[in-house]
């Protein structure tokens, strides 16, 4: 089948290839002549693990443009563009409601336009009044990837949600895209078909979910640091309730990207817009929990080493999460811009986002306080404190007691409760984790 994919961002682009591996042509639409360009040599603009590999098996399946009268002929067009945050919290629909509008004039009778872009609950019936002029319809397929795992949710997901309408039109349809899916769903994955808001409501109820559990166990850390506790051992314990589960009970400096913050908020801004703001008032908690958790890193420096000025920091993890090269709100460059003003001189590392990383860096004015580079142990180097704020792989599995030759004083603060803390006591450390020690 032909498709199109408009917006070639981190969703979009994903889709786009994984689209193409399951047999159809494919066309991408982006307004960033870069971005398209990149995607054109079969080279992904950003970092995804399998990603790179995904799109140059698939270049013959593959076209992209910054037309959008190439999505022309195309019989399904998914909808992937972005949905910022606006400064009042609530969600930007600028990019969706322009990408619509451009995509009308290249609809035909019986096109189907697919959204998958996070939205407010009832965009969905918004801009069906303004696809069905056309003859085209509209379904909504919200997506639920992972960074680091996109290719992989893409593929294999573990649901395929549809918003349809409750009619013959949404049966058919759903047939339709029963056809573009189909060899995922020879795979027995579940597939949930419901109206559209409800449809809207599974992306942003999951990740508020999500958030909840995230900030609640980050809580109990907070706890846990004035009695003694240790948070790890209480999460294993509470994780042990079926009710509860173990995952996403992981203690730190709380979590960022482009989806959890900004979805928490423009669902608490949507509910207030509503009426029922008073349902979603404990999101607020939420976030403040972790943005506090963000702060306490700094706390535990400034009671260990004192005042910062001119002290050396090694921070470990500039991208909010491992596997991505993504900087999205990220907690650990917030450390990292928050020690800086602090007085302290920052070494960054991360493998992979020290590209977006030394842009921000530069628009904060900060280029004399933070240097940024891809070694790990080099930026260990002469440092008075390491923190660790994205638990890369490899800085898990680094020897402490290589590191205990590098620094100038043997303190680190594990933001993401991964290192081995017996091991890095035993090479000499001070060892402070977040709620556990």
């Known amino acids: 089948m032909k498709l199109s994919v408009i917006g070639c961002g981190y969703l979009g682009a994903v889709h786009a290839a994984s689209m193409a591996e399951l047999g159809h042509d494919v066309t991408g639409i982006d307004v960033d002549p870069e971005r398209i360009a990149s995607l054109s040599r079969g080279v992904a603009p950003f970092h995804e693990p399998g990603f790179n590999d995904l799109l140059a098996a698939n270049q013959q399946k593959l076209a992209f443009s910054t037309d959008m009268s190439a999505a022309n002929g195309s019989r399904v067009h998914f909808l992937a563009v972005g949905t910022p945050q606006s400064s009042d919290g609530s969600v930007d629909m600028t990019y969706v409601n322009q990408a619509v509008s451009d995509l009308l004039p290249h609809l035909s009778p019986g096109d189907l336009v697919v959204g998958k872009s ?39 997901p573990d649901r395929l949600v549809y918003g349809v ?40 109820a999951a990740n508020s979910f999500l958030a909840t559990k995230i900030s609640f166990i980050n809580a109990m850390a907070e706890i846990a640091d004035v ?33 959890l913050p900004k979805d928490i908020r423009g669902f608490a801004a949507r509910a207030a817009e509503l009426g ?33 000025t001119g002290k050396k920091i090694a921070v470990w993890g ?39 990383a030394t842009r921000r860096i530069q628009s904060a004015g900060l280029e004399d306080s933070v240097t940024l580079e891809v070694d790990h142990l080099s930026a260990a180097r002469g440092a008075d404190a390491i923190v660790v704020a ?29 290192l081995p803390a017996g091991e890095w006591k035993q090479a000499g450390f001070v060892y402070r984790g977040m709620g556990r020690s």
């Open 318 to 356: 500039l991208a909010f999460k491992p596997d991505s090269d993504d900087i999205r709100d990220s907690p650990a460059l917030d450390i990292v811009e928050s020690l800086a003003r602090a007085g302290a001189h920052v070494t960054g590392s991360d493998p992979e986002a020290t590209g977006p």
């Open 276 to 308: 029922v703001g008073e349902a979603l008032s404990f999101l607020k908690d939420v976030d403040d929990i972790n943005l506090r958790r963000r702060r306490r890193v700094q706390e535990i420096l400034s009671a260990e080493l004192g005042d910062l």
């Open 165 to 204: 309408t409750d009619d013959d039109a949404g049966v058919n349809d759903t047939a339709i895209l029963d056809e573009v899916y189909a060899a995922i769903l020879a795979k027995d994955t579940p597939r949930l078909v419901m109206n559209f808001a409800t449809a809207e409501l599974v992306k942003v």
């Open 227 to 259: 009695t003694g506790a240790n948070v790890t051992q209480l999460a294993d314990a509470i994780g042990h309730d079926d009710r509860i589960g173990r995952r996403f009970l992981n203690a730190g400096i709380g979590f960022g990207g482009g989806c």
């Open 390 to 418: 994205t638990e890369w792989q490899h800085f898990r599995a680094t020897d402490a007691s290589v590191v205990a030759n590098l620094v100038n004083n043997p303190l680190v603060v594990d933001g993401r409760n991964c």
């Open 118 to 156: 996070t939205v407010p609950v009832g965009t969905a019936e918004r801009l069906l009044t303004m696809v069905e002029p056309t003859g085209a319809h509209l379904m909504w397929n919200p997506e639920f990837l992972r960074e680091g795992f996109a290719v992989e949710d893409t593929l294999s």
